[in-house]
């Protein structure tokens, strides 16, 4: 059973950091794409990091120069690094991933982590 578990949010002052950290374990061959999501109250949910395992990562307009996705391959782990924080970024963040279970021949899934609160006060 695949499982994605994430940690690293919490209350912070506008301008400062936080890592979030997403660890998938379970019977993983591969994970080819590895995101952050956001959902602040009453919005819809965002795209805010995007990885894929040759190293390509994308960022939404709102948090280019401020965050940095990058991975643990070893570990199976994602993380966001979020820097210069501002209120707008305040949010529940969500890790989600496509991966292959098992075996290469296995098949491509995708799973969603439980989510971690970010605040960030002015």
């Known amino acids: 059973q695949v499982q994605l578990v994430e940690s690293g949010g919490g209350l912070v002052q506008s301008g400062g950091s936080l890592r979030l950290s997403c660890a998938a374990s379970?019977?993983?061959?591969?994970?080819?794409?590895m995101d952050w999501y956001r959902q602040a109250p009453g919005k819809q949910r965002e795209l805010v990091a995007h990885s894929i395992s040759g190293g390509i990562t994308n960022y939404a307009d709102s948090v280019k120069g401020r965050f940095t996705i990058y991975r643990d391959n070893a570990k199976n782990t994602v993380y966001l690094q979020m820097n210069s924080l501002k209120p707008e970024d305040t949010a529940v963040y969500y890790c989600?991933?496509?991966?292959?279970?098992?075996?290469?021949?296995?098949?491509?899934?995708?799973?969603w982590g439980q989510g971690t609160q970010v605040t960030v006060s002015s």
């Open positions: 989600h991933a496509l991966l292959r279970a098992v075996r290469a021949d296995g098949p491509i899934l995708g799973y």
């Open positions: 379970g019977s993983i061959f591969s994970i080819n794409v």
